[in-house]
């Protein structure tokens, strides 16, 4: 990219490109590149006098040589943004290929392949507010297809996939579900799962026969972690919304995971709070939702409390009334659990449970642990990693007060 004057007698004009055999001519009264023929050499021009005029046209050669001389800097750059912006292009056609632009491994599925692994969808595990879970099967492993196709609004089905997997697909913990795969092909949007054989935490908990006091107490401490990852040790604060028994998965071991992200909200690592409207399940949705309040981790933390309620009991969080009174409080087991610890009587709440009244000690520390994550002022619950060491012995649990207080107030008023 040289700039190349051709002076010969009195005459001086600009070579146009391509050039090619060039040489230095040191006869040349001038810094610059001299295109010479493949034939006999010119001869040496003589030594005459300058003018002005060549002065300037010596200086302009001069000038416009270092100008592109160095238009090979821009040039080099130049290309490298068009590169750049062709890979950039690629990308994003790339992506629109896979519909979803995602840092992780998940394999993209077709809609064909997990109709065949599901037998046509034949075999459900489960429903929820935005699709059914089937089981199906993939090589030689079971997994779970979590379809969504219950959805009443336009786009919400979109808005809760992506939210799923930007959040359960980045995210490595043993309490939380494994997610595989995805489909998103047309209208069609599905999560691929693994698959945990022993179901959801409400067909262990709401049987005729108690699971083991143990067992209930690894398994609630392994939620309290899953959620103290997803508080404070992800990259990315997940809350997620909407804690219950149905959400929780157990593996062969019994394992607890957690799962179900469609309603989880995602804060910044500089945020603490946000405003959203009203997600979750009625009966484990805590009071700030209803009150314009900034929604936090809190609302993870007075849903995990009903569901240590739950897990303590072995009963939901409303009551049959062929099982306890007929009163109101009776019939809401968070009111209830308190009266009964209040008043002595936790063998009235726990029933015929020997195994739980054998170990007073821990019965009496989750029972407190639960009453303190339901309390009305989200300021006066404990945070997960406070509420995990609270279930572990680490940390001495306090008596709780009165987890509801403004509600009743409002009440007797």
């Known amino acids: 990219m040289c700039a190349v004057a051709i002076f010969r007698q009195d005459s001086c004009w600009k070579k146009k490109l391509p050039l090619s055999n060039g ?24 030594d005459i006098p300058v003018r002005v005029e060549e002065k300037k046209q010596d200086t302009l050669i001069i000038t416009g040589s270092v100008l592109l001389g160095t238009s090979v800097i821009v040039n080099f750059a130049l290309v490298a943004a068009f590169c750049l912006g062709f890979f950039s292009i690629y990308q994003k056609r790339s992506s629109k ?3 979803v632009g995602l840092e992780t491994k998940l394999r993209f599925f077709t809609y064909k392949e997990l109709a065949e692994a599901t037998n046509g969808f034949k075999e459900e595990l489960g429903t929820g507010a935005f699709g059914i879970v089937y089981k199906g099967t993939i090589g030689t492993g079971s997994v779970a297809v979590k379809k969504l196709d219950r959805v009443v609004r336009e786009g919400e089905r979109d808005k809760e996939f992506k939210t799923e997997i930007n959040v ?28 945990l054989s022993n179901g959801t935490l409400a067909d262990y908990l709401f049987q005729n026969t108690k699971p083991s006091w143990n067992q ?19 990259s990315t604060q997940i809350i997620h919304c909407d804690i219950k028994p149905q959400n929780i998965l157990l593996d062969d071991c019994y394992n607890a995971r957690i799962s179900d992200f469609g309603l989880s909200k995602l804060l910044m690592m500089d945020q603490t709070h946000t405003k959203t409207a009203i997600r979750g399940t009625k009966g484990y949705v805590a009071p700030e939702w209803f009150r314009n ?10 849903s995990f409390g009903v569901l240590l309620l739950e897990i303590i009991c072995c009963r939901r969080n409303v009551v049959d009334e062929e099982n306890v009174g007929t009163s109101g409080d009776d019939l809401t087991l968070t009111y209830w659990a308190y009266d009964c610890f209040n008043e002595g009587a936790m063998d009235a ?12 000690e821990s019965l009496e520390r989750f ?47």
């Not at 939380?176 to 489909?183: A, E, H, N, P």
């Not at 009453?371 to 509420?387: G, S």
């Open 216 to 234: 209930r107490t690894q398994i609630a401490i392994a939620i309290a972690r899953g959620l103290l990852y997803l508080h404070e040790e992800c």
């Open 293 to 302: 309040m900034p929604v936090t981790t809190k609302v993870d933390v007075y």
């Open 23 to 46: 040489r230095e001519d040191n006869s040349v009264n001038g810094k610059a590149f001299i295109k010479v023929s493949r034939v006999e050499p010119t001869p040496p021009v003589p």
């Open 367 to 413: 029972l407190m642990t639960a009453l303190w994550c339901i309390q009305e002022d989200p300021y006066q619950r404990p945070t997960m990693r406070k509420v995990t060491q609270m279930l572990e012995g680490a940390v001495q649990v306090t008596v709780p007060p009165n987890p509801s207080p403004f509600t009743i107030t409002a009440s007797a008023t």
């Open 349 to 360: 709440l726990i029933g015929d449970d020997t195994e739980a009244i054998n170990n007073r």
């Open 97 to 99: 290929t896979n519909q």
């Open 168 to 195: 359960i697909g980045q995210t490595h913990h043993k309490n939380l579900v494994k997610l595989l795969g995805i489909c998103e092909e047309g209208e069609q949007r599905l999560l691929v799962y693994e698959f």
